[in-house]
């Protein structure tokens, strides 16, 4: 019977995040502004850190990839979203959605690595900082860089590799509003072992590994800054990893409750409204969290607005 359902899908059709007409408008114009101020912050702060000489640090460093990161991830599916709440039918193909699955997985993996490899930088700065120029050189940054999109791309693979396998039933409807790996999985007819056994191998790396360097990095930071005698000390050291510290709690926590609960537990709408944290909001607070809370960046952006004012 599976055989007889089946069919190679051409395009899928995007349920999108809400069927009721009353707030499809309200809902555009609030993620339009919500993408709008995305683009405009994360497209700032890169150019904030590009044109002011004494950003050019790895912290900075790797903050530049960040929004890089947001902006892309950010743009990869928030579009795409918009049209479903203007389209009677927001379809996609089948080529454009295994595309966009790909982009979307390989920039979320890359944003879980580089935050890792944020928290590493602090925990060299604060517990090692003689060291920090030597042990934060340029050439280890741009390995640590490399080693996050490289992480990006074979996760993005290795899920992307798993779902062109799988054959998919003649209901083309994805319960999302985007291609995901798993309201994708639910439209397969054939067997999908494979695919939900690399999904909680692949999707616990990408989030374990990171999690555990994370974790042992803040455990050692704090450590370190409650041996330090004078309370200044203590709030300048706290302060250098606050902006961090609420990024990764907002990023892996919608992750981590969206793919690593049973899906028993967690109904697919359910996860819908959980995803819009990781993919809509995180990408947009991430540049506003670091720029409020962070002294350079503050006096970057007046220096910057001043000389083109003066200009």
């Given at each position: 019977?599976?055989?007889?359902?089946?069919?190679?899908?051409?395009?899928?059709?995007?349920?999108?995040?809400?069927?009721?007409?009353?707030?499809?408008?309200?809902?555009?114009?609030?993620?339009?502004?919500?993408?709008?101020?995305?683009?405009?912050?994360?497209?700032?702060?890169?150019?904030?850190?590009?044109?002011?000489?004494?950003?050019?640090?790895?912290?900075?460093?790797?903050?530049?990839?960040?929004?890089?990161?947001?902006?892309?991830?950010?743009?990869?599916?928030?579009?795409?979203?918009?049209?479903?709440?203007?389209?009677?039918?927001?379809?996609?193909?089948?080529?454009?959605?295994?595309?966009?699955?790909?982009?979307?997985?390989?920039?979320?993996?890359?944003?879980?690595?580089?935050?890792?490899?944020?928290?590493?930088?602090?925990?060299?700065?604060?517990?090692?900082?003689?060291?920090?120029?030597v042990t934060m050189s340029p050439q280890v940054c741009l390995?640590?860089?490399?080693?996050?999109?490289?992480?990006?791309?074979?996760?993005?693979?290795?899920?992307t590799i798993c779902m062109v396998r799988l054959t998919f039933?003649?209901?083309?409807?994805?319960?999302?509003?985007?291609?995901?790996?798993?309201?994708?999985?639910?439209?397969?007819?054939?067997?999908?072992?494979?695919?939900?056994?690399?999904?909680?191998?692949?999707?616990?790396?990408?989030?374990?590994?990171?999690?555990?360097?994370?974790?042992?990095?803040?455990?050692?930071?704090?450590?370190?800054?409650?041996?330090?005698?004078?309370?200044?000390?203590?709030?300048?050291?706290?302060?250098?990893?606050?902006?961090?510290?609420?990024?990764?709690?907002?990023?892996?926590?919608?992750?981590?409750?969206?793919?690593?609960?049973?899906?028993?537990?967690?109904?697919?709408?359910?996860?819908?409204?959980?995803?819009?944290?990781?993919?809509?909001?995180?990408?947009?607070?991430?540049?506003?969290i670091y720029s409020l809370r962070n002294k350079d960046v503050?006096?970057?952006?007046?220096?910057?607005?001043?000389?083109?004012?003066?200009?």
């Amino acid at each position: 019977m599976a055989a007889e359902n089946a069919s190679s899908v051409a395009q899928f059709v995007l349920a999108g995040l809400t069927d009721q007409p009353g707030l499809q408008m309200p809902l555009f114009f609030l993620f339009l502004g919500s993408y709008l101020v995305t683009i405009v912050g994360n497209l700032g702060l890169i150019t904030l850190i590009g044109l002011n000489s004494h950003l050019h640090t790895p912290m900075y460093f790797f903050l530049f990839n960040l929004s890089f990161i947001d902006f892309c991830y950010s743009t990869v599916i928030t579009p795409k979203m918009l049209m479903s709440f203007v389209s009677k039918k927001n379809i996609i193909s089948y080529a454009g959605c295994m595309t966009q699955l790909f982009f979307f997985l390989f920039f979320v993996v890359s944003e879980s690595f580089i935050l890792s490899a944020m928290a590493y930088d602090r925990y060299v700065a604060i517990c090692k900082p003689l060291l920090y120029t030597v042990t934060m050189s340029p050439q280890v940054c741009l390995f640590l860089l490399l080693g996050v999109y490289w992480m990006g791309f074979a996760g993005a693979m290795a899920h992307t590799i798993c779902m062109v396998r799988l054959t998919f039933c003649a209901d083309n409807l994805v319960n999302h509003y985007m291609c995901d790996l798993l309201p994708l999985l639910e439209r397969s007819c054939t067997s999908t072992y494979v695919n939900e056994l690399v999904v909680f191998i692949v999707v616990g790396i990408d989030i374990g590994v990171p999690t555990v360097t994370i974790f042992i990095s803040y455990a050692l930071i704090l450590s370190s800054i409650l041996h330090i005698r004078s309370t200044e000390g203590r709030s300048k050291a706290f302060s250098t990893c606050s902006s961090h510290i609420v990024a990764v709690s907002l990023f892996f926590g919608s992750g981590a409750f969206m793919y690593l609960k049973p899906a028993s537990l967690l109904p697919m709408n359910q996860g819908k409204v959980s995803s819009l944290f990781y993919t809509i909001v995180v990408p947009m607070l991430n540049p506003i969290i670091y720029s409020l809370r962070n002294k350079d960046v503050k006096v970057a952006l007046r220096k910057t607005l001043s000389k083109h004012s003066f200009s």
